[in-house]
């Protein structure tokens, strides 16, 4: 048994459940955070794992092209090439070759691309991008997809849907061939732009295929906020309840809590982390920016309801003044608050929906951290 | 009672002691890592302290102009500002104001300099350093002093000379006055330039003001090796031996290791972070520049010898990788194995001296550490 439901809301689709991975029971819904060359940025893996936080995400392209496969392959795995003792989902890189690299060419049989550090020139089939998963030793695979903008036509939406199920297929099979020695779960997904009929079919031909999990893929990828709540609510209601739903590219509390409540398991984004960076922190009453003037004088910590190590050690001023002085510091203290900022909503939602109280919760929640927007 | 000596070597002038400070007592010789905008770079506090690093050096001038007196009157002091839980030496700003503002004027009554930021004009007194260390509420206080490059005429050193002790004396009165509801400790600095009877010269005039400790400034400033070993040795000579004796700016293990042959119990310096977040590593056979090529499948830690969690946790290969892509965690996981491994050789230092063994010890470091160079 690879997914197990724990408990279904009754008023939403919100459920809870467990991943039962190799390197660790997943319970969901879960956060993943993003670590794009193995390893989440300014936070250690151990900070993670205190976080109980014991699932990430990597993204393939990156390190088919840094460290390179050979250096993976050399040390067994991404896992030991890290020292990371959680699990680890890869995505396919076809994301990022469609927005990062020059790309080439997209053939029925893979993608050519130059890579966006070099320009060095690679071609990636279906069957590559699972095995380069192999290599690093994700725990979740994805299959290498066609991920489309919105505002394309309805043909080009079309086509990159067919070559994304003929990826699937393909993908699928190679998975298969290397079950002997290789644990992975790999995963279908749902693309379709946005037009529904490409959804539904889409769903389909991936349900076709049995995989261990699914997931949503060419959603918040710049639409309107009303689209995305559309298309969200419309393919996850064609989605089966047996198997960890993924969605993928989302990591704000607005839209976690929206995809939770169409019974979402799984989400990763490089939002909370890369805002951290910058100087920008959640709190319940929404974001802060760190730099600002206004926090000069200010001792109160990020949040007060906050219990992370950056609330309990540190006042607003001073985290403005780590930015102001461009301290390493700052970017590694305010990442370490927004993972954990999210993983408490996380861990909230949870208890909420085992308590039957989610959509109580979801309001509250968001009363509180929109204000009156 | 402010300082007391555990234990003095016999053959040379080596010793342990313990300074016993307002927050925390610090066992000497202590090397003292540098948080210059009141935190050290890439480090958490709580880390320092768990490698039982209680006293850290902050710079005056950096906390003048950023965050400014303002900002840590309000807070109360510069550990309240920044959490820092340990003990807090703070340089005088006289080597910055010198080597980094635009200096404008240097007069018996004080300095005149432009800040190094936004180009600013600030006049500040010997008594207005004291204040402003007072404001920090630092446990060690440096007085203003007026530190000079090597290769400068011996009537310039001679002025710089006479003014740093015309200066030495009004921080000392100011300190006096300030003692009521202030327990800091103030230490007066020597210099001289290199030459030997200004350096006589500079001793005498401190000593004659009985200060709780002494400092030699204007060392490791840029001179010949050899000329540092010869005026460390001759000035230290010079100095008593019931006080702490601070050597400012020294921290490579080369000059850590004379430096407390010569009797010295504290020093300073950036080297060992600032190299760090640049890629380069102590190990105990010399320095490891981490981005090099040949580190690329290397499965090794920096240091097979060392306990710290980078090398418990992560390999060479692993560290160029996140040097290569720039991440954060790069300089932090450096910086965490730099300053573990000075202060490492500190606790291999005084365990030594304790028991008897310095010169063994420093021989066969040097031996592994400088190999045939």
Chains 1, 2 share one sequence.
């Not at 909503?345 to 968001?366: A, P, S, T, V």
């Amino acid at each position: 048994m690879f997914f197990s439901v724990l408990k279904e809301d009754t008023t939403t689709r919100a459920r809870t459940g467990v991943l039962f991975l190799k390197n660790g029971n997943v319970l969901t819904p879960a956060f993943m955070p993003v670590g794009t060359y193995g390893t989440v940025k300014a936070i250690s893996g151990d900070a993670l794992l205190q976080m109980e936080i014991n699932l990430v995400l990597s993204n393939t392209y990156h390190l088919y092209l840094r460290p390179g496969l050979d250096t993976l392959e050399k040390f067994g795995g991404l896992r030991s090439f890290t020292g990371w003792k959680g699990n680890i989902l890869t995505d396919s890189g076809g994301y990022q070759i469609f927005s990062l690299s020059s790309l080439r060419k997209i053939e029925k049989e893979g993608v050519v691309f130059r890579s966006h550090i070099d320009g060095s020139l690679h071609t990636l089939s279906p069957e590559d991008v699972v095995k380069a998963q192999k290599i690093i030793g994700s725990d979740i695979l994805m299959t290498l997809d066609v991920c489309t903008p919105p505002g394309i036509s309805y043909r080009e939406a079309a086509e990159a849907l067919e070559i994304t199920s003929l990826w699937a297929k393909r993908s699928k099979y190679c998975w298969l061939s290397l079950q002997e020695d290789f644990k992975g779960q790999l995963f279908g997904i749902v693309q379709g732009n946005f037009f529904k009929d490409l959804r539904k079919r889409s769903v389909e031909e991936i349900l076709e295929l049995d995989f261990p999990g699914i997931a949503i893929g060419g959603l918040s990828v710049g639409e309107e906020q009303e689209v995305f709540y559309d298309y969200l609510n419309y393919t996850s209601s064609l989605l089966p309840g047996n198997k960890p739903r993924y969605l993928m590219g989302v990591g704000t509390p607005e839209y976690i809590l929206s995809a939770v409540e169409n019974g979402i398991d799984l989400f990763d984004c490089v939002f909370p982390t890369r805002v951290a960076r910058n100087g920008t922190v959640f709190t319940s009453t929404g974001l802060l920016p760190l730099k600002r003037e206004y926090n000069k004088h200010d001792m109160e910590p990020i949040d007060k309801e906050c219990n992370c190590r950056t609330c309990r050690n540190h006042s607003r001023a001073f985290l403005r003044h780590l930015f102001k002085t461009k301290e390493i510091m700052g970017p590694v203290l305010a990442t370490e608050h927004n993972i954990f900022f999210i993983q408490n909503l996380i861990k909230n939602i949870r208890k909420n929906i085992n308590l039957g109280n989610f959509r109580q919760f979801k309001e509250h929640f968001l009363q509180e951290y929109l204000g009156d927007k």
